[in-house]
Every structure is written in C-alpha cells, then in structure tokens.
C-alpha cells in the first residue's frame, strides 16, 4: 500500500510550485495556458496563501488546497475567515480516499481555529463539503444594475483613471473610511492589495480610481467584463461618481454595476436612480458553501443568501450582505 504524506507550505519551493500549478489546470476545462498564467498570479504575492499538499512516494502532488487567511469585520467584531480558492486530487487517485485527508486538514483544524469558512465549490462536487458540516445554498440576489450613458453627468470634478501602485495608500484608506452597513466588511491591507494588482491581467479586469479636481482619492472600481464588480466610496453623492468620466474609461454605453459589490452610504439613492433612468437584471446564480461556529453568523449569511424577497427589498437587503462576490476571491 503506497504510503502519503501532507504538508501545511507556507513558502512553497519552485519547482514544487510547478507541479501545483499544473495539477491545477488539468482539474478545469478551459485553455491551458491562460489557467497556468492565472494559478501562478493566484499563488504570488499573497502573503495570506496558505497550500496544503498530500504527497506520494514519488514526491508527486497527489492532492492540494489552495486557501487564504482574511480577516472581516462583523457588527463591528473582527473574525478570522478562511477562503477555500481551489482543490484539485490528480487523475489516478480520485476515488482513492487521498481527498479525505484534505477534508480532515479543514475540519479538524480550520474549521476549528476559524470564525468562518466559505467557498465557490464546482457543481460537479455538490455534496462534498456538506459531510463534514458545511451549509451549502445558492445565491438568489446578485443583480446588474444597468446606467444608460446618455443620463449620466458630465462632471470635471471628479475624474476616473487607471489605479498604479501608488495608489494602494489611497485605496487602503478608502475601504476603511467608507460608510455602509454591510453585515460584512472586507478588511484589505497593503499585501492583499499588491496581490489584487498582480492578478488583473490575468484574471481580465482593471482597477480604476476616482480623483476630486484637488486630486483627493474619493472612490475606487474594479471593472471585469464591462461590469463594475466592486465600487467603494466615500460620501459623495452617488450620481458624481457615476459620471461620463467612467462611462468614457470603460469605453460602455451602459454602465453595469453588481449590487453586491457596491459599497457606498445612500442606497436609496442609487435604487431610486436606476429605477427613473436604468434597468435592473438578474445574473447567474452561483453555489457558495459556509461553515462558521458562531450560528448567528452563519444562519444570516445563509438567510440573505437564499432570501426569495421582493426586488426592492433584495436591493436594499445587499447593504447588509455578505459581499462574498468580491475582489477577494482572486
């Protein structure tokens, strides 16, 4: 019987990093190439990546997780949170009870030293992670909220530009001085920011930022697929912001913007807004898994993630939401 052994890496050898890399691709379909550029920008410069491996006789990677350590904030109480990004078991040993050992690595000691645990599992493996106690569901609320060009004002008081390094400062003190009520709020330091920056030509969005005409920062974007996925502000009206300065950056003629990843201080007014001028669409639900010791937590997560409310009050319901769909997911 061939004999295994595991290992918790927090600085991983190169050549040991080529291995994980290709045995990450190989678990999803797509063009090889560009999953091998995406797993190398996921596992660099993330100093809250942590790898753990089952190893075989032939020093091969039998089996991996890719996770990363976050801290959130929750009714103002700060929480070690775990992000599962990617587990992938080679071919000739699926089914072999390798994986359990992966599954052991989060349940006796993740799950037990965390606040919370959440994932974006494949449907191919739904089922997986509910035997060791985690919640699965499947998210109902996540709309576009779609602004015509032509009702969006033109203003030289507050200019978008592509985001530079020299900016994280800038972005770091955005996230934390912004205003909303979300029941969670995503806690990003300069490294996690660094990491976000590596992973955007690979992972096909771009960073924007948001000047005042005193070059103050007063907002940032992320921009994938000619839809603003995250847009953090501070307390400028809503409609300043939105503005042709963004609309002539993306190159749109509507502007889309997740309700999940907008984290500004007057809801209202952005739902009266898009409701006069723009259009309000349902996107693609996504499978999302949770386990967290605390119940409260968890039991509101999974509520606003399954909520089968009125339009209006899914809306308004996004400014206490969990704000998983985010930057920190790559």
Request: proline fraction near 1%.
């Given at each position: 019987m061939m004999n295994f052994t595991s290992k918790l890496d927090d600085d991983i050898h190169p050549e040991k990093k080529k291995k994980i890399i290709k045995l990450l691709s190989e678990s999803l379909t797509g063009d090889d190439?560009?999953?091998?550029?995406?797993?190398?920008?996921?596992?660099?410069?993330?100093?809250?990546?942590?790898?753990?491996?089952?190893?075989?006789?032939?020093?091969?990677?039998?089996?991996?997780?890719?996770?990363?350590?976050?801290?959130?904030?929750?009714?103002?109480?700060?929480?070690?949170?775990i992000y599962l990004s990617h587990l992938a078991t080679a071919a000739r040993y699926r089914g072999s009870g390798i994986?359990?050992?992966?599954?052991?690595?989060?349940?006796?000691?993740l799950c037990t030293?965390?606040?919370?645990?959440?994932?974006?599992?494949?449907?191919?493996?739904?089922?997986f992670w509910s035997k060791i106690g985690f919640s699965e569901t499947t998210?109902?609320?996540?709309?576009?909220?779609?602004?015509?060009?032509?009702?969006?004002?033109?203003?030289?008081?507050?200019?978008?530009?592509?985001?530079t390094y020299k900016d994280i400062p800038a972005l770091v003190k955005i996230a934390n001085e912004?205003?909303?009520?979300?029941?969670?709020k995503v806690c990003r330091d300069v490294n996690k920011w660094r990491h976000i920056f590596l992973c955007q030509e690979n992972f096909e969005f771009n960073l924007l930022i948001c000047k005042s005409i005193d070059e103050i920062p007063v907002a940032y974007?992320?921009?994938?697929?000619?839809?603003?996925?995250?847009?953090?502000?501070l307390e400028i009206d809503f409609r300043d912001l939105i503005n042709l300065s963004?609309?002539?950056?993306?190159?749109?003629?509507?502007?889309?913007?997740?309700?999940?990843?907008?984290?500004?201080?007057?809801?209202k007014l952005v739902f009266e807004w898009v409701k006069k001028?723009?259009?309000?669409?349902?996107?693609?639900?996504w499978d999302l898994v949770l386990f967290s010791k605390h119940k409260e937590l968890l039991n509101s997560i999974v509520s606003f993630e399954s909520s089968g409310t009125s339009e209006t009050a899914k809306f308004f319901q996004t400014s206490l939401g969990s704000n998983f769909l985010s930057l920190d997911s790559y």
């Open positions: 190439n560009l999953l091998q550029r995406r797993f190398h920008a996921l596992m660099n410069e993330n100093f809250s990546q942590k790898t753990y491996t089952i190893i075989d006789e032939s020093d091969d990677i039998a089996s991996v997780l890719i996770y990363f350590k976050d801290t959130l904030l929750y009714q103002g109480s700060q929480l070690s949170v994986t359990r050992k992966i599954m052991d690595h989060v349940e006796f000691s030293k965390n606040d919370l645990i959440y994932g974006y599992p494949r449907r191919a493996i739904q089922g998210n109902g609320n996540t709309k576009s909220l779609n602004f015509p060009k032509k009702y969006l004002r033109s203003t030289s008081n507050f200019i978008w530009t592509k985001a912004s205003q909303n009520s979300r029941l969670i974007c992320a921009i994938q697929d000619e839809t603003i996925i995250e847009l953090c502000a963004l609309a002539d950056i993306t190159n749109c003629q509507t502007l889309s913007i997740l309700n999940r990843g907008l984290v500004v201080s007057d809801y001028f723009g259009t309000i669409l349902e996107k693609e639900k």
